[in-house]
Each structure stands twice: as C-alpha cells, then as structure tokens.
C-alpha cells in the first residue's frame, strides 16, 4: 500500500518508545529521573534529576570528588566528608553509597 501522508498509532508509538529508550542508560534513566555514577569508590545516586545527559564526576584532588549531575544536586567528597548542595553530613565509609533523593540525603554503609 503506497505511502498517504498519515502515520498510524502503532508507528507513533515506536517512535516514542525508540527515543524514550535512547535516553535511557545504566548511569541515565530520564524516565525515572533518576542518574548514577560512581565517585571515588561510591555508588552516588541521585533522583529527581532529568537530563538526557549527565556530566562525570571530576576528580579535582587527592581524594577529593565533584559531581555535579543536576542543576539542585551538588555533590561534595572529600576524603571520608561528604558534602551536598552546601550542606555537610560528616563522615563516610570507605565505600558507603550515597542516595540525594529528592534533596534528602541517605548513606548506606556498607
């Protein structure tokens, strides 16, 4: 059947889902709002953050990490402090992973 200029549900659909998907990653998942990374030896997490992409944390010392993945979520390791959007919250382990969930912070030690 030749082409009339009118694309079908299902067609539209597959589009929509095609690039849902390409903006999905195991670091990015812009349906979730949720994007990950690991800093330094932590499994950093953050929701609430939609961005089909997501800079990398920096290591900008010894010891030292930068992860900036949302405009709201700055994320601050230095050494065993962890440090989020200004805020301090102590220690760390040396391989806790940490959770910004929309804006309240978790550490689960490991």
Request: proline residues 5%; aromatic residues 6%; charged residues 20%.
């Amino acid at each position: 059947m030749p082409f009339r200029g009118a694309v079908g549900p299902l067609a539209v659909a597959t589009l929509v889902m095609v690039a849902l998907l390409a903006a999905c990653s195991p670091s990015n998942n812009l349906l979730l709002g949720r994007v990950g990374a690991t800093v330094g030896n932590h499994q950093v997490v953050v929701t609430d953050c939609y961005r089909t992409k997501v800079p990398q944390p920096e290591q900008v010392a010894a010891g030292v990490y930068h992860y900036v993945p949302c405009r709201d979520a700055e994320i601050w390791i230095r050494g065993d402090e962890l440090e989020v959007n200004g805020r301090a919250y102590g220690r760390i382990g040396r391989a806790d992973s940490i959770l910004v969930d929309h804006g309240v912070v978790s550490v689960n030690k490991e």
